[in-house]
């Protein structure tokens, strides 16, 4: 059984920083790819970043490119989500999840494991 638990989010102003992180335990955590996916009020889940299994290749959303950053520390079973020049519009509940293989993918349905989510609110 993998448990994804995200902690970080909170309220910042628009322009502000957070550091979201995804605490992961399960025996297959360091061999397959991670994700971070948002859904905002009254919206469907959208694709933020996704990284693969070792670290070395990560895609954005065209959305969050240039302003959030993806990493992992597989000594620590974690993976990380900081997000810089916060806009009003990246507010949403922000999910880690964890791939069906080592290969990053912008799909939610090549992720078999979620966590809860954490809220991030950014203020205008």
């Known amino acids: 059984q993998v448990q994804l638990v995200e902690s970080g989010g909170g309220l910042v102003q628009a322009g502000g920083s957070l550091r979201l992180s995804c605490a992961a335990s399960g025996r297959i955590y360091s061999t397959t790819a991670m994700g971070w996916f948002r859904q905002a009020p009254g919206k469907g889940r959208e694709f933020v970043a996704t990284i693969n299994w070792i670290g070395s290749d990560t895609d954005y959303a065209d959305s969050v490119k240039g302003r959030f950053t993806i990493s992992r520390d597989n000594a620590k079973n974690t993976v990380y989500l900081q997000m810089n020049s916060l806009k009003p519009e990246d507010t949403a509940v922000y999910y880690c999840?964890?791939?069906?293989?080592?290969?990053?993918?912008?799909?939610?349905?090549?992720?078999?494991?979620w966590g809860q989510g954490t809220q991030v609110t950014v203020s205008s």
């Open positions: 999840a964890q791939a069906r293989t080592v290969l990053k993918s912008s799909r939610s349905g090549e992720y078999l494991y």
